[in-house]
Structures are given as structure tokens and as C-alpha cells.
T-cell receptor, first 114, second 116 residues
Framework: ETGVTQSPTHLIKTRGQQVTLRCSSQ?????VSWYQQALGQGPQFIFQ???????GRGNFPPRFSGLQFPNYSSELNVNALELDDSALYLC?????????????FGEGSWLTVV | AQSVTQLDSQVPVFEEAPVELRCNYS??????LFWYVQYPNQGLQLLLK??????LVKGINGFEAEFNKSQTSFHLRKPSVHISDTAEYFC??????????????FGKGTLLTVNP
């Protein structure tokens, strides 16, 4: 149990739709990162939020966007869904954005695009 | 940029046997190294990490890993595995000193299957 909670756990969307995934970070953690894990692959970094500002982004198109709120919870939004967006989306939180800090992962949100 | 190669996609072993999961990395800068475990339908759990100091790192559940800078490797070992160790294991790196942008780069994972 890491204290990082994600919702929903599973959802199915149609190609072209939009989706919002939510994450509550571990208490006191001010940094949230999002990762995409396709079936049979390792997680890939989407972006990081630190104190409500985007603090780094991986190789994902602009239709992947996010927010971090004053309580440090976060949302991941994906517009114009494509079939290849089907994956496990993992949220991770840490205290501070410094490399080397231990980050704690939630159990993920499984997104299926049909 | 950093990259991680996990040399074995699947490793089957018998219970109580030793196991080694191999990881090599590539980076033009100093890195931190991590091993994570993922049980079926769950998120990732940190097993251990190397930041600096002793190259032999001990983690949870009896796992340990050794950082070898000359061979750019960070292999994970356990002297005696249990059925409950069956899971996917991921090696990951992050840039040393990346204070304002902390991201993990993961390998593709190694599925460890422990058979009775």
C-alpha cells in the first residue's frame, strides 16, 4: 500500500473520445508523475507536475495533458483517443522533484480504447 | 538520454534456487539505478535503489543488486526464491542530479516465474 490512489481502475472508451484519469498523491508529496505502460512493455514517462506546474514531459503528443491541484492531486487528460492509447496509466508521487527521491506508484488505471 | 536493456524477457526457476535478473544501461551522464517489482494487476513497488556509495545494494524481500560502472550493469540477485516472487521485474534509471526534472526510464521487464 503506497498511499497513491487512482481512479477509475478500469474504463473503456471509443476512439476519438476524451478521458480523464485521477490521482491522489501520498500525503505530503508535492510531485506527481504519470507513466503509460502498454501491454508487455515497461512504463514510459508522460509528464511530471511539481507544485502545480508541468516540470518535464516525455515524448507524448499535446493531446496528453494534465493538471495538478493545490492539494497536489492530479489529473491526466487524453483527447482524441486512439487505439494505441490502450494501456495501464500509472501515477507516481514523491516528495520533491529531485532525481533519486523514492517515488511511489499507484495501482493504475486500465484504459481500453475500442 | 538514458536507455535500459533487460537481457532476459522471461526467467523460469525452481523454488529455493538462486536467480539473477540482468540489466544493462546506457547513459552519457551519471545515473541512479532502480529495480521495481510488479505483481499481476498491480502497480510498481520499489525493491531497491543505488544512488551512491557501496556498489552492493540490499533491498526488500531478500533481493540485492550490484552496480558495476565499468560494465554499465545493475544485476538483481536472490539466493533462494519463493513461489511468491513470481512477478514482473523492471530495471530503471534516472539522471544523477536531475534536480528539476526527475523521470525514470524503464527496461521492458523480466518475467520471473518460480515453479514448485
Amino acid at each position: 500500500e503506497t498511499g497513491v490512489t487512482q481512479s477509475p481502475t478500469h474504463l473503456i472508451k471509443t476512439r476519438g473520445q476524451q478521458v480523464t484519469l485521477r490521482c491522489s498523491s501520498q500525503s505530503g508529496h508535492n510531485t506527481v508523475s504519470w507513466y503509460q505502460q502498454a501491454l508487455g512493455q515497461g512504463p514510459q514517462f508522460i509528464f511530471q507536475y511539481y507544485r502545480e506546474e508541468e516540470n518535464g514531459r516525455g515524448n507524448f503528443p499535446p493531446r496528453f495533458s494534465g493538471l495538478q491541484f493545490p492539494n497536489y492531486s492530479s489529473e491526466l487528460n487524453v483527447n482524441a483517443l486512439e487505439l494505441d492509447d490502450s494501456a495501464l496509466y500509472l501515477c507516481a508521487s514523491s516528495l520533491g522533484a529531485a532525481s533519486g527521491n523514492t517515488i511511489y506508484f499507484g495501482e493504475g488505471s486500465w484504459l481500453t480504447v475500442v | 538520454a538514458q536507455s535500459v536493456t533487460q537481457l532476459d524477457s522471461q526467467v523460469p526457476v525452481f523454488e529455493e534456487a538462486p536467480v539473477e535478473l540482468r540489466c544493462n544501461y546506457s547513459s552519457s551522464v551519471s545515473v541512479y539505478l532502480f529495480w521495481y517489482v510488479q505483481y499481476p494487476n498491480q502497480g510498481l513497488q520499489l525493491l531497491l535503489k543505488y544512488l551512491s556509495g557501496s556498489t552492493l545494494v540490499k533491498g526488500i524481500n531478500g533481493f540485492e543488486a550490484e552496480f558495476n560502472k565499468s560494465q554499465t550493469s545493475f544485476h538483481l540477485r536472490k539466493p533462494s526464491v519463493h513461489i511468491s516472487d513470481t512477478a514482473e521485474y523492471f530495471c530503471a534509471v534516472s539522471r544523477d542530479g536531475g534536480g528539476s526534472n526527475y523521470k525514470l526510464t524503464f527496461g521492458k521487464g523480466t518475467l520471473l516465474t518460480v515453479n514448485p
